[in-house]
Every structure is written in structure tokens, then in C-alpha cells.
């Protein structure tokens, strides 16, 4: 409206049309660059964390563990935060660090399973070292056996820990080569007098 009269524009100026294509082009840009600056950021973290992860999985205290807990515990005291982040930087590293420790921790069952399928292959040869080296000899219980013969394959395998049924396994196949066959008492006659 202009002095009470209305004016409609039928062509948009020259000026109005190069604005909004200025406008068009800055704004595809800079979701473009947002766009890549967002990937790359996305890379670069997941390089990070596999770096650590593949560290961690080296690591011996590591490898030992026995429990998630434990490989989170390593993890963030191998990896602490920068001195001086704020929150949001905070709960970035956390939960980096904590993937990592995920990963690591899949990337250590990977490979102690691949170990001892290739140990339960010849069981029989992993017992009969183990008792000539006299691992189990002196323990008298049990848990103190299976101690030892954890202790044996941890540095046979370089801190790598061996499955429950693979342990239940090897203390049989151990057990068996110690003790010599018994005859029952039932298998033997009993006198008739």
C-alpha cells in the first residue's frame, strides 16, 4: 500500500533475484560443509576409538580381566580425560573410551577363543605338558588346582583367559593322567565264608 493505493509487483527486481540466489547458494554450502565437517568428525572418532580399542586389547592387565567391569575400570584410568573439559567434551571422551572398551574386549574373546579351540584340538598333549612340568602338583583342593592351571595357560598365552569348559576340560584330562586306574571294591568277589 502506498498513499492508500495498492501496488502489486508483476516482475521481481534484478536486486531481489541475485539476493536470493546468493542466499540459495550460501545456504547449500554451508550444509554441505556442515554435512562434511559432520562425516569427517564421525571418522575421525572412530579412528580414535579403534586405536584405543586395538591398544587395550594389547595390553596383559587387559587381556586378563575377567569381567566388563574390569575392561571399563582399565580403559578409563589407561585413557582419562583432558585436564580442563567441559561437559558435553566430557561425556564425548566417556563414551568413547567406553566403546573402545567394548571393542577391545571383543576383539580379546576373538582371540583367546581362536587360542584355545586350537589347545582343545590336542587336549591330551596340553595335560601331559602340564603334569610333566608338575603344575598341579602340591595343591590339594580343587580351586587351588584350577588357580594354578589358569595361572599356567595366562602365561602360556600371554594373558589370555581361558574359557570355563575348556578349564573343566583340561582339570579332567590333568586329573586323569595323575590318578592310575582303581579297582572298585564292588569288583572284586567277596568271600562266601
Do not use: C, N
Not at 566417556?94 to 579351540?117: H, N
Request: net charge negative; proline share 5%; hydrophobic share 45%.
Amino acid at each position: 500500500m502506498a498513499e492508500g493505493l495498492p501496488h502489486m509487483w508483476i516482475a521481481r527486481a534484478a536486486w531481489h533475484v541475485q539476493l536470493t540466489a546468493e542466499r540459495d547458494l550460501f545456504l547449500a554450502e554451508h550444509a554441505s560443509a556442515l554435512d562434511t565437517r559432520v562425516e569427517d568428525d564421525h571418522a575421525r572418532r572412530e579412528t580414535e576409538r579403534q586405536r584405543i580399542a586395538a591398544e587395550l586389547a594389547e595390553d596383559r592387565e587387559f587381556r586378563a580381566a575377567t569381567k566388563r567391569g574390569h575392561h571399563q575400570d582399565i580403559a578409563a584410568l589407561a585413557y582419562p580425560p583432558p585436564a580442563g573439559t567441559d561437559p558435553d567434551q566430557l561425556r564425548r571422551h566417556q563414551w568413547m573410551v567406553s566403546g573402545a572398551a567394548r571393542a577391545a574386549g571383543d576383539l580379546v574373546e576373538g582371540a583367546a577363543r581362536r587360542i584355545y579351540a586350537d589347545f582343545e584340538r590336542d587336549l591330551d598333549a596340553l595335560a601331559l605338558e602340564i603334569e610333566s612340568a608338575g603344575v598341579t602338583h602340591g595343591a590339594t583342593t580343587v580351586a587351588a588346582r584350577k588357580l594354578l592351571l589358569a595361572d599356567y595357560l595366562l602365561a602360556k598365552t600371554d594373558g589370555y583367559l581361558p574359557p570355563k569348559h575348556f578349564m573343566d576340560r583340561l582339570m579332567l584330562r590333568v586329573q586323569a593322567r595323575r590318578q592310575p586306574a582303581r579297582r572298585s571294591v564292588a569288583a572284586q568277589p567277596l568271600p562266601l565264608e
